[in-house]
């Protein structure tokens, strides 16, 4: 079964200091998508980045980049000069294509910024 | 921007009452989805659609049921509400299934509580 894990539920960072985000995942699909979306308090959950497997370099958003390790299967996320506006859940999510258009979420990781 | 909109954001059944989320999106999105939100849980499908009429069951499909009789509106129904269905609902669409393409837009989510 693919799955993704995310093995801290909840991290805390400064303000403005850098944070790092894990998340492995389990495949044995070749050509595979990868995503990290943020859910805000209350608020609805929206895409912060997404990386092709087939890509080599590191797709980077802004403050937001990934280190995306294949043969590791470790996808975390990087977010740099946090903000308090960061504060979030954040979910690792994999797509493996197909039919079945089923994105398999890890649990989250619950992102405080302390100011 | 996509907007996916759930009608209600907050809904109290009681047990054994039938009860209908409804979902909406306005960018002629193929696909959609309705996702179960808990605690420790992550994110896990309900049931997605590719195309009117169709459905798909995801990874706790029981004790639901969906509609889809028109490309824009995606339903979802507890036939009789138990305590177990608690939870936050989450519906999502994306353009299609295509790789990187299955990018999902959330609603802001339906938080059912079943007394």
């Known amino acids: 079964a693919q799955t993704v894990t995310q093995s801290q539920p909840e991290m805390s960072v400064q303000e403005a200091e850098t944070v790092t985000l894990s998340c492995t995942y389990d495949t044995s699909e070749s050509d595979y998508y990868l995503f990290w979306y943020k859910q805000p308090p209350s608020r609805q959950m929206i895409l912060v980045i997404r990386q092709e497997a087939y890509k080599q370099q590191n797709a980077t958003e802004n403050r937001f980049s990934v280190n995306f390790q294949k043969a590791a299967k470790s996808f975390s996320l990087k977010i740099s000069d946090s903000q308090l506006g960061d504060a979030a859940m954040y979910f690792c999510?994999?797509?493996?294509?197909?039919?079945?258009?089923?994105?398999?979420f890890g649990k989250g990781t619950k992102l405080s910024v302390k100011p | 921007d996509v907007k996916v909109t759930q009608s209600s954001r907050y809904l109290v059944k009681r047990t054994g009452e039938k009860v209908f989320l409804e979902c909406v999106q306005d960018?002629?999105?193929?696909?959609m989805f309705w996702y179960r939100q808990d605690p420790g849980l992550g994110l896990r499908l309900i049931y997605f659609s590719y195309d009117v009429k169709m459905k798909e069951k995801g990874d706790i499909p029981e004790g639901y049921s969906v509609s889809r009789e028109k490309k824009e509106r995606f339903s979802l129904i507890l036939e009789s509400a138990s305590t177990n269905q608690t939870s936050m609902y989450l519906c999502?669409?994306?353009?299609?299934?295509?790789?990187?393409?299955?990018?999902?837009?959330f609603g802001a989510g339906s938080r059912l509580t079943v007394l």
């Open positions: 960018m002629d999105h193929e696909n």
């Open positions: 999510a994999s797509y493996w294509g197909g039919s079945q258009g089923n994105l398999i």
């Open positions: 999502a669409s994306s353009l299609d299934l295509a790789g990187g393409t299955n990018v999902l837009t």
